[in-house]
């Protein structure tokens, strides 16, 4: 069934409506006019001087006048009403046309489709709410794909992750392995039990280590940032956290040196908080040399841990809180870690919204990282 546009709707209607009410009008002037009592004399005066009286049939009058005007009183009102019709129905149409042309941009997700119309009754209120909505709608849309990209990105890093786990896990386990049952078979030098039992040992700790960090990672990609928020000085959580660092880097015959000049109350996960300065500071230690110092200050909200150490180039700076990447070209365990430290650092500070930064000193003399409160 063929539907009907609503402008010939809307001029039919109003156009019958009016020609109807005008052909009514007429037949009741047709009938009331006539009946109406109506005496009419005309006197006449002849030349002899002799008057006459004479009467008119005034309804037949009247009648035979309307028969004969009314086809052109009609055609009148019917172009009237045709006009009028016209007019009423394009008014009312326009702004709906182009609410249904503008309907059909956003239906193509077009970025710069609007409803336009000018008036300010209901149908200038509906425009206005439509436009409203299409750019809630847009906004939603790109909201959801940056989630969406987000979403991708965190799970090609989560594959990207365990495979590097895995390839990181890989080397010791060969190398347990292999030493394990050259020890078992008795082969040269692995007969001496004493020799390298203690370096099986000494690699299981360091597969238990590197899989405890694979595991917080781990769970701080996963669930996130689940611990309750508490109030705290961080002027005395520094002081706690730096202690035992402190005796570490004495032991080394490195420089500790501590600055809390002033206080701040911070309203964060003191876990998770905990978790990111310990690292800072181990990987601090880790990296600096006998003879080298160490600094921590805390001044006006920002907290810097500077030490003495080889300044990393640009090129290695652009990967450092990348997972298991470590300076070290040899990529050796005991001279870089797991490459796991800043990282965790990094995925707990981003959770946590704290800007921070990991900087080369002044004057090169080494690395400085800082954290804004």
Do not use: W
């Amino acid at each position: 069934m063929k539907k009907m546009k609503l402008f010939p709707k809307i001029f039919l209607f109003t156009f019958t409506m009016m020609l109807l009410i005008s052909i009514i009008a007429h037949l009741l002037i047709f009938l009331i006019a006539p009946s109406q009592n109506v005496l009419v004399t005309n006197m006449v005066v002849t030349n002899t001087g002799v008057s006459a009286l004479s009467e008119v049939d005034m309804p037949r009058l009247i009648t035979q006048t309307m028969l004969k005007t009314f086809p052109i009183s009609i055609l009148c009102c019917a172009a009237i009403s045709a006009l009028f019709s016209y007019f009423f129905s394009r008014g009312i149409t326009t702004p709906i046309l182009s609410l249904s042309k503008s309907a059909n941009q956003m239906l193509k997700l077009e970025p710069d489709a609007k409803a336009i119309v000018s008036s300010k009754d209901e149908i200038g209120a509906l425009a206005t709410d439509i436009n409203n909505l299409y750019q809630s709608l847009l906004l939603t849309i790109r909201n959801l794909e940056l989630e969406k990209e987000k979403v991708s990105l965190a799970e090609k890093e989560k594959i990207d992750f365990l495979r590097t786990a895995s390839h990181e896990l890989k080397t010791p386990v060969t190398e347990l392995n292999a030493t394990l049952e050259n020890m078992i078979l008795g082969i040269g030098e692995y007969r001496d039990y004493e020799t390298y039992l203690p370096k099986c040992k000494e690699i299981t700790e360091q597969l238990g280590d590197m899989i405890r960090d694979i595991l917080n990672a781990s769970r701080l990609q996963t669930q996130g940032n689940n611990e309750p928020c508490s109030n705290y000085s961080l002027r005395a959580l520094l002081t706690e956290l730096c202690e035992p660092y402190r005796l570490i880097a004495e032991a080394k015959g490195v420089k500790f040196k501590i600055e809390l000049s002033s206080d701040a109350f911070v309203y964060l996960p003191e876990g998770q908080l905990k978790k990111a300065i310990s690292n800072i500071l181990s990987n601090a230690v880790n990296y600096t040399e006998a003879g080298q110092s160490i600094l921590v200050v805390f001044d006006k909200n920002k907290l810097s841990v500077s030490n003495e150490c080889s300044v990393l180039p640009p090129e290695q700076l652009q990967h450092i809180f990348e997972p298991f990447y470590r300076p070290d070209l040899a990529h050796s365990q005991a001279t870089g870690g797991n490459g796991l430290g800043l990282y965790i650092v990094q995925t707990i500070l981003d959770k946590l919204r704290l800007k921070y930064q990991f900087v080369p000193m002044p004057n090169d003399r080494g690395m400085s990282f800082t954290i804004q409160f």
